[in-house]
């Protein structure tokens, strides 16, 4: 009897994936990470919707030509500013001669440079690949990151690996960080002083882990990077050169959760970094080192 219910909930699996493609977390139902419970569930696509809906299947990559923004073909394409001692005969400090990633949790993760080291519960460095192509960076940890001291783990973290699969990546695959290792105070935004104090240690671990890409999400994180005050409007939908790799900036799952009708654009934005990342790969297996 049951050998019969699988089977049957296996086929209906399969017609719904033959008549609409594998579900998308662009059409996912609409939820909150706390509060009031779930909100109206948008994600119950319309037919008209289910029309529009994109394949998830990882798409071709543009045509390859000379006008392509593409990131610095093999590394290294980033270094870090360097952070200028004072004094005739100062040093670097020791965190900025890290020469791994371990090293450089071990200079840093007891930081107090700003106020947020004394009200975190634990600092969240980052997570995944060290020789990643693509670091996905955030803003700041959440009370659940805080308290696992690992980024994206709460509902926006599984989320985040949702969208990351829709694109043909595994967590695994990619770095995930945040601008800032600690985290504020109730979740509210980093103050510009906290962002300048804490972005040197972001660029060391880019520098470190030399991407091509960075998926950066939210406009808070993308300003913190790119020093100037953005909205996302300004910045997503489009690939932004940031020395030697290449930015695309999408929303913050955090947002998409609060903002479902948001998922959709983020979609296409995933689908940007898909297709310039395969043509990336499809340069660099021309032009071998
Ligand atoms: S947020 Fe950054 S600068 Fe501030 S204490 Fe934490 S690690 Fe140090």
């Not at 719904?16 to 109206?40: D, K, T």
């Not at 995930?176 to 979740?187: H, S, Y």
């Not at 050169?241 to 695309?248: A, E, H, Y």
Request: proline share 11%; aromatic share 6%; glycine share 6%.
């Amino acid at each position: 009897m049951a050998g019969t219910l699988r089977a049957q909930l296996l086929q209906w699996v399969r017609v719904r994936q033959a008549l609409l493609g594998p579900r998308c977390f662009w059409e996912e139902p609409a939820r909150v990470e706390s509060g009031s419970g779930a909100i109206p569930d948008p994600g119950h696509a319309s037919q008209q919707q289910r029309a529009q809906a994109p394949s998830v299947a990882v798409p071709n990559p543009p045509a390859l030509s000379e006008e392509l923004p593409l990131p610095v073909l093999e590394p290294p394409r980033f270094r870090m500013p360097v952070v200028q001692p004072s004094g005739l005969f100062a040093q670097l400090p020791p965190w900025q001669q890290s020469q791994t990633l371990e090293e450089l949790y071990e200079h840093i993760h007891t930081c107090t440079a700003c106020p947020l080291g004394l009200t975190r519960t634990n600092f969240v460095f980052g997570t995944g690949n060290p020789q990643a192509e693509i670091v996905v960076i955030g803003e700041a940890p959440g009370a659940e990151e805080d308290a696992r001291g690992e980024p994206f783990v709460g509902a926006a973290g599984q989320l985040l690996t949702r969208m990351l699969a829709a694109i043909g990546l595994q967590r695994e695959e990619v770095y995930i960080c945040n601008i800032l290792k600690c985290r504020p105070p109730g979740n509210r935004r980093p103050l510009p002083q906290e962002v300048a104090t804490c972005r040197p240690y972001l660029w060391k671990q880019l520098e470190l882990i030399q991407p091509a890409f960075l998926l950066v999400l939210g406009a808070t994180a993308a300003s913190a990077l790119l020093e100037r005050e953005h909205k996302i409007a300004e910045l997503r939908g489009r690939p932004i050169p940031l020395q030697g790799m290449l930015m695309v900036v999408t929303y913050h799952p955090a947002a998409l959760l609060r903002n479902p009708q948001w998922k959709r654009p983020a979609w296409e934005d995933l689908q940007l970094l898909r297709q310039l990342y395969d043509a990336y790969r499809a340069r660099r297996a021309s032009h071998p080192a």
